[in-house]
Nanobody, 126 residues
Framework: VQLVESGGGSVQTGGSLRLSCKVSGNIYSYYYMGWFRQAPGKERETVAV???????NYADSVQGRFTISLDNAENTLYLQMDRLKTEDTAVYFC??????????????????????WGQGTQVTVS
């Protein structure tokens, strides 16, 4: 399984960015995947997750501002980020846990639960 992120960059406070994560390889029919971020000097944290039944879940810090989505036809995971804040500055990673039948409804997995990772893309908000 390979994951390749794109779409990072620099943006002003209040602006928007959309991250993409192209997924290739066999991730089976049941999985959950998501976006994680790591700011300098901080631990990697979960941002948003989505599962193969299209349930999603978000960290409190991004709820209402970020939207995760999955285009199965394009094998691409997206993260639409609106009303960005300086504290959103970080390297953003996409990751997959597969195979898994676990729902993310009411469950926000930590980075340690993911078994495939992308290389990350930098998001800077100033």
């Amino acid at each position: 399984v390979q994951l390749v992120e794109s779409g990072g960059g620099s943006v002003q406070t209040g602006g928007s960015l959309r991250l993409s994560c192209k997924v290739s390889g066999n991730i089976y029919s049941y999985y959950y995947m998501g976006w994680f971020r790591q700011a300098p000097g901080k631990e990697r944290e979960t941002v948003a997750v989505i599962d193969s039944d299209d349930s999603s879940n978000y960290a409190d810090s991004v709820q209402g501002r970020f939207t995760i989505s999955l285009d199965n036809a394009e094998n691409t995971l997206y993260l639409q980020m609106d009303r960005l804040k300086t504290e959103d500055t970080a390297v953003y990673f996409c990751a997959v846990n597969a195979p898994s039948t676990r729902s993310v409804d009411g469950f926000l997995p930590g980075p340690h639960e993911m078994n495939f990772w992308g290389q990350g893309t930098q998001v800077t908000v100033s």
